[in-house]
DNA sequence: GAGTGGTCTAGACCACTGT
DNA sequence: CAGTGGTCTAGACCACTCC
């Protein structure tokens, strides 16, 4: 007496799981599967939804349904912010070989396309709070990307957010044609005085946004990571944070954590 | 010319995110909105599927759909980490003295487990690659489950491997009627003579199977955090190795990153 | 044009929640 | 019991892909 669909789901499932069908192959038509278990077209598409939300299978207009194979995962690691405060020292030549993003994906910098633009804002009580600021402060909000030039969707949806007071002492951090920052954030923010000593990340799974969803190119029921990168200086204040939104399925974090020898 | 449903979904959308449906809010019934917008029932069904998808309303059969409210999280750090390994070699009494004080800042452990499962396995390809060993290697797995007394899902469902040859010398560690261990787990590998020394942590995300939408009481289109958390001793060997599946809905994760100084 | 999935209808009936 | 959402049908037509 159980759900047609849900049978239905449950077979197909099975199949994908025994390996009958492999990732890349095409599913039935659904019309062959409505005649295959005698049901209706609507009731056919229920089922495959469920393989869909379960990250099994691909729909394609036109095309058919695709048994989904595994993407492979983008790191991003935790190490990097050491190697990059490492790097903020180095000279401009070294420094210009290689970016963040090419240390996580071992990639070099011509494959990596940037596309930022600044804007000033006011710190919202949200964005005041988690800044530890009062609200309303003047701030410099950067929203950029990175892509790979290969792919079609960005690796990352960033904004970063900046008290405009602490680092207008460097117009050159005010200026979105300067993007990339010469020698990075790190090396930009040490001209005006700034060293970074820690830093928070905070972590959360949630659905996309139909925004989100339609510029990471992300396939229904995959959801996104946000990741909330907070920077403190040696004061112990908040000198940057960011919110960074990455696509689940082709996104792992990596943290490492040294503890204390006994 | 937009499909009808994607319409009335951004209608509501839109009300939603001007508040004029606050959280908790009951939407009007299907067959209301199909009257109101002179649309099927299924056409209906579509466009609050969407929203459902988008996490932004909860359906209850029988009673209605309803804004969601946003979840509380339960957050977990990795500097519990430190105080856990801190806590494995106090005394008993002040265990159980300090517990009390770190909860206040932040660092939970007063998670109780409830139904821990221990069974022999040996390492499947993909764990011995993970754990750094040879495939088919003796291992104890432990299966558990940590949730609050007040809340009737689970906040994790964990797996951990363990090589059996490396903690068989304390017998007391291969028994589930020990569970918890008494003291936690860095106390008991300390009895073992084994020092963490780093931890790794893997984040992902991705849609939960079936199972575990049915044990964690996952909405549809939510999706859960899988943490793989590996630790080394100080020679670098692999010491246990834990899969923790999160509810995506209601956890979030903060990593602290200290950077060297100047 | 043939074959695929996507949208939609009008209506039936089922399953769950409340009173 | 009335009111809600959930499943399902039979059929129409649309939109996309590929040959």
């Known amino acids: 007496m159980a759900k047609a669909y849900e049978r239905i789901a449950d077979e197909l499932r099975d199949s994908i799981r025994a390996g009958q069908l492999a990732p890349g192959d095409r599913l039935p038509a659904e019309s062959e599967l409505s005649e295959r278990f005698g049901r209706s077209h609507v009731t056919i598409r229920e089922a495959l939804r469920v393989l869909q939300t379960e990250g099994l299978i691909e729909k394609q207009h036109g095309r058919g349904s695709f048994v989904r194979q595994p993407r492979t995962k983008v790191r991003r690691t935790n190490e990097r912010h050491q190697w990059e405060k490492d790097r903020a020292r180095i000279s401009e030549e070294q420094r210009s070989e290689t970016g963040a993003a090419e240390h996580d994906t071992g990639l070099t910098v011509n494959d990596l396309v940037f596309r930022a ?27 950029y990307r990175t892509r790979y030039s290969a792919e079609r969707a960005p690796l990352g949806l960033i904004t970063s957010h900046l008290v405009r007071e602490r680092i207008e002492a460097n117009p050159d951090l005010l200026d979105e044609t300067k993007e990339p920052w010469p020698g990075g954030t790190w090396n930009q923010l040490l001209t005006v005085g700034i ?68």
């Open 195 to 262: 060293e970074i000593d820690r830093i928070e990340e905070l972590v959360t799974a949630r659905p996309p946004t139909a925004e989100e969803a339609e510029e990471l190119d992300l396939p229904p029921g995959t959801s996104v990571l946000q990741l909330r990168k907070t920077s403190y200086d040696t004061e112990g204040n908040v000198a940057e944070m960011s919110d960074v939104i990455l696509p689940g399925d082709r996104t792992e974090l990596l943290f490492t954590t040294h503890l204390e020898r006994w």
């Open 117 to 143: 633009s600044y804007r000033d804002g006011a710190a919202s009580p949200e964005i005041a709070k988690a800044m530890g600021i009062p609200e309303g402060t003047p701030l410099l909000e950067r929203v």
